[in-house]
């Protein structure tokens, strides 16, 4: 739809037109900003942490578990120099050989969601497969960041909270004016 | 010619250049969720009229 509406602003005298191919879905799916109805469903990359430790194919195994321990992680994200996603390396590959270069100890293709994936979906997800997080990616293979199960059940449940506690406001209204 | 783009690009466009979003999906799928600070001119009604507030010297995206 968006060339057709490029092409047609054009035709009205519009000389500086570009076309967002890849749309709100790619923008979402970034965790981008959003606005709208439904923007209140909390998504993915609401509650991801964007704090992951990264490091490239290359890098020898020495340099990465300096770098893992002073930020306190147990894994490390293996990534282009664009930050597209390649794989992982947790704390208990790194008792290898310190001159050994990342990708020889690294998980190839670990599991990633989108940034605009539902917390209800993705919570599903992770407890159907047995497991306490997922990385978040951009629809071209980006790292966004790490969502922890933990972290989007207290979320849920915050919500819960805050709309049982609206409802009740609610009600007491009805009935003072009773 | 209309310049196709990703996303970095949108947001460096946005930054720099003050880029004008336009979301040209129906009203429904607009109101359910767009891009902050996108303002909404469905396909079908992309005319002179409603595109009058749009400040030609500045780049517009559409998406």
């Known amino acids: 739809m968006s060339p057709r509406a490029a092409w047609r602003l054009e035709t009205l ?5 570009y076309d967002y191919v890849a749309g709100k879905a790619d923008w979402f799916a970034a965790g981008l900003p959003r606005e709208g109805e439904l923007t209140s469903i909390p998504r993915t990359g609401d509650v991801a942490h964007r704090d992951d430790v990264t490091c ?18 147990e894994t490390c994200i293996v990534t282009t120099e664009g930050g597209v996603i390649l794989g992982r390396v947790r704390t208990d590959r790194l008792d290898a050989d310190a001159q050994v270069q ?14 605009d994936t539902t917390l209800e979906a993705i919570i599903e997800r992770l407890n159907a497969r047995k497991v306490e997080s997922i990385l978040v ?9 790490t969502l922890y199960r933990s972290d989007a059940e207290a979320r849920l449940q915050e919500d819960r909270v805050e709309e049982a506690g609206q409802q009740i406001d609610q009600e007491s209204c009805c009935c003072c004016k009773d | ?23 040209v999906l129906p009203r429904q799928e607009y109101q359910d969720e767009h891009i902050e600070g996108a303002t909404n001119i469905p396909l079908k009604r992309l005319n002179r009229e409603t595109t009058s507030h749009l400040d030609k010297a500045r780049p517009i995206i559409v998406y």
Request: hydrophobic share 40%; glycine share 8%; charged share 30%.
């Open chain 1, 13 to 17: 005298g519009f000389t500086n037109v």
């Open chain 2, 1 to 23: 010619m209309p310049t196709s783009i990703w996303r970095e690009e949108v947001q460096r466009l946005m930054r720099e250049e003050a880029a004008q979003l336009v979301e």
């Open chain 1, 102 to 115: 990342v990708e020889e100890v690294m998980e190839l293709g670990p599991t990633t969601t989108r940034a």
């Open chain 1, 137 to 145: 990616a951009t629809s071209d293979g980006r790292l966004v960041g």
């Open chain 1, 56 to 73: 490239r194919p290359t890098d020898r195994i020495s340099v990465v578990i300096d770098r893992i321990r002073a930020a306190g992680k």
